[in-house]
């Protein structure tokens, strides 16, 4: 006997573009149920990345949850881009007027959490066998298994944010979805230690070695990156070697102020750029890494994810309280007018900051030139700091 659930908006995904989203629809009025494959506990357990734009801190302020981010997370009023050891400061602050929010992913997921089952909102953990359905009709449905039992969850919208490896993407008919991918041939090895970090801002370093990333989610803990091999096993990383490719490609000057210790987390995440056209189908929006991916050295794979659901929260609230559906009808030209400007950025930056094994050595002039070009130029310099602290949601 299958069990018939009904609710306004179903949310395939409660990471933090599904919990944003329904948080945000709660706030208005509007009922969701949210369904995930995982468990509230492994969601939260996810290590991620940790720098937040003004607009990420105000969606959090605007869903009621941003107290804790406001007594924990770390402003920023700018970061380092280095090569071969030399330092130039992108001043955030001075360049946009604008600063930067150092707090974890995993605690921007913990706070939406709290907040959502505290407001008694619908939770289907340890889902399986999701299957969208009835989209291009006014009657969608979800249909998924949940402890060995059949459920169908009735709805007016299906909103896609169970990530890159999801289900809802390729709900949209392979005639109609156009993807685009670029897969960069390296990785990101990361470690957590809970050491004070080596600076008191981000620094992205380029040097021949390859790209290092200095970062923290505190002042007592730090995250570092080296990029890798893309066939790197985090068991070819002891600590030791990690922290003595870090010391080179940082340079000498930063790495004497560098505090290592024991690695608490080691991972390696592959980089890639990925969208998928079109973010809406019928009554499904995709959103959040369900629709596209960026390489972390732009900061912008949460970001991008929170900007998706102020769009898409704001088209579905002007429907329901306004019955205005014109954000509907222009959710996915709109977002994805600014889904691939932040890809451009996120591209740009990993062209500019990593060892490319096929790169000519004029391919590596053209990155130090570029680089001497950001030290010299403050309208080069604008240009990287504007699109770090977050372009505008509407153009
Ligand atoms: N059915 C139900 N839930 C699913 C399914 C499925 N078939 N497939 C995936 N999920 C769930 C995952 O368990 C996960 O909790 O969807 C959620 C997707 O969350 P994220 O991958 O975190 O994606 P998103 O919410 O868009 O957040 C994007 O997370 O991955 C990082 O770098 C990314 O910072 C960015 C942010
Ligand atoms: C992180 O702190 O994990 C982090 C910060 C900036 C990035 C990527 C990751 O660009």
């Given at each position: 006997m299958t069990k018939a659930l009904t609710t306004s908006v179903c949310i395939i995904g409660s990471g933090p573009a599904g919990l944003l989203l329904s948080q945000m629809l709660s706030n208005a009025g509007i009922d969701t149920i949210v369904i995930d494959r995982q468990n509230r506990a492994h969601i939260e357990s996810r290590i991620r990345a940790g720098v937040l734009e003004q607009g990420t801190v105000k969606a959090m302020e605007d869903a009621g949850v941003a107290d804790r981010l406001h007594r924990e997370g770390l402003v920023h009023d700018g970061f380092d881009l280095a090569f071969d050891g030399i330092r130039h400061r992108i001043n955030l602050r001075a360049l946009t007027g604008k600063t930067v929010t150092v707090y974890g992913q995993t605690e921007v997921t913990k706070d939406l959490f709290a907040k959502r089952i505290a407001e008694g909102g619908r939770f289907f953990f340890d889902v399986a066998d999701v299957v969208p359905a009835d989209l291009t009709t006014d009657r969608p449905q979800v249909h998924f298994m949940h402890d060995g039992e059949p459920v169908t969850v009735f709805c007016d919208y299906v909103a896609?944010?169970?990530?890159?490896?999801?289900v809802s993407r390729n709900a949209i008919p392979a005639d109609i979805l156009k993807t685009y991918e670029r897969i960069y041939p390296f990785g990101w090895l990361g470690v957590l230690t809970e050491r004070p970090p080596v600076s008191d801002e981000l620094i992205y370093a380029n040097h021949d070695r390859g790209f290092a990333l200095c970062s923290m989610r505190s002042e007592t803990r730090s995250r570092y990156y080296v990029q890798c091999g893309?066939?790197?096993?985090?068991?070819?990383?002891p600590d030791d070697r990690f922290w003595e490719e870090l010391r080179m490609r940082i340079g000498p000057e930063t790495a004497a102020h560098l505090q290592t210790g024991p690695s608490f987390e080691k991972s390696i995440a592959p980089l890639r750029s990925f969208v998928a056209e079109p973010m809406r189908y019928g009554n499904l929006f995709l959103a959040g890494d369900a629709a596209h991916i960026v390489p972390p050295t732009g900061a912008k794979g949460l970001n991008l994810a929170v900007a998706d659901i102020r769009i898409l929260s704001r088209a579905l609230i002007e429907r329901y309280q306004r019955n205005d559906t014109r954000y509907i009808n222009t959710y996915s030209q709109t977002v994805l007018s600014r889904v691939w400007k932040v890809e451009r950025f996120s591209w740009q930056m990993s062209n500019l900051m990593h060892q490319f094994p096929d790169n000519t050595p004029f391919e590596k002039k053209m990155q130090r030139a570029e680089f001497e070009y950001v030290t010299q130029s403050e309208a080069a310099s604008r240009a990287i700091a504007e699109n770090y602290v977050g372009l505008p949601l509407d153009p």
């Open positions: 896609g944010c169970d990530g890159f490896h999801g893309i066939d790197d096993d985090v068991a070819d990383w």
